[in-house]
């Protein structure tokens, strides 16, 4: 059952995911933008879940990886519907613990809010909730409210990351920094000193927004944004097993 299977949407939409079967809650890694399910992050969550009998599931947004559709279509609100119909397809009822990388932490918040009674946990590797607002110059958001596409060098590949218009009207829409954020389960946040793209310090205005009291910060001080070195990973492992044992 570890093999990609796609799930078809209504609209034809075909959506990737690999799933681990086990008992107890099962961890749902959430890629971020532009990213897919294919990253060492997901592979290390699944590889230790998949050896240690505990349920997983990854998978690709629309228009990311080897699901269908157009990466400019791409939403938050889209995305977290997304993975809502793909919970509800491959584990129903099943409670779950959120893993979210960068954009994917912002969108854990997101199910964590649309499924209260289901979501048990999250752990955020880099999250960046909010970057629509303070990801962007007021110049670039100018640029993105007349509706062009706005692109930014990649220090991550040779072709420039865009920006479209319907991305950064929907995450202005649904941001979750300026109030309380109602989860009340625990959280562990994980976040680099040395992040060029998020701050560390949205990592403790997000434990602030929190409702919960259940929720850990941990400061990797030499850890950029991606966390993907040896010892980011087995901290990511050791992060998800304490979390997974407990529930």
């Avoid at 799933?19 to 990213?35: A, D, I």
């Avoid at 909730?129 to 303070?134: A, E, I, N």
């Avoid at 930014?152 to 319907?166: A, F, L």
Wanted: with cysteine; proline share 7%.
């Amino acid at each position: 059952m570890t093999e990609t299977r796609f799930l078809t949407l209504p609209d034809g939409r075909r959506l990737a995911h690999r799933f681990t079967p086990g008992p107890g809650p099962v961890l749902v890694f959430l890629p971020g933008y532009k990213s897919d399910m294919a990253g060492s992050k997901a592979a290390a969550l699944f590889d230790h879940c998949h050896a240690r009998g505990r349920a997983c599931l990854l998978l690709d947004y629309s228009g990311c990886g080897e699901s269908s559709g157009s990466f400019g279509e791409g939403t938050l609100t889209r995305w977290r519907d997304e993975v809502l119909a793909l919970v509800d397809a491959v584990c129903p009822g099943r409670p779950l613990v959120l893993a979210g990388s960068s954009m994917g932490g912002w969108l854990m918040l997101l199910l964590a809010l649309a499924r209260p009674d289901q979501v048990r946990a999250l752990i955020g590797v880099a999250a960046a909730p909010d970057f629509t607002t303070w990801g962007f110059d007021a110049a670039q958001q100018a640029l993105l409210q007349t509706g062009e596409i706005l692109y930014e060098d990649n220090p991550y590949g040779p072709e420039p990351t865009p920006t479209y218009p319907g991305f950064w009207r929907d995450g202005q829409a649904n941001r979750v920094l300026e109030g309380p954020i109602g989860f009340a389960g625990p959280v562990h946040l994980l976040h680099g000193q040395r992040d060029a793209d998020v701050p560390w310090e949205i990592a403790l205005r997000l434990a602030a927004a929190l409702r919960s009291d259940a929720v850990q910060v941990t400061l990797i001080k030499d850890g950029d944004h991606r966390l993907s070195r040896d010892q980011d990973l087995a901290l990511l492992l050791r992060t998800a097993e304490a979390l997974l044992a407990t529930l």
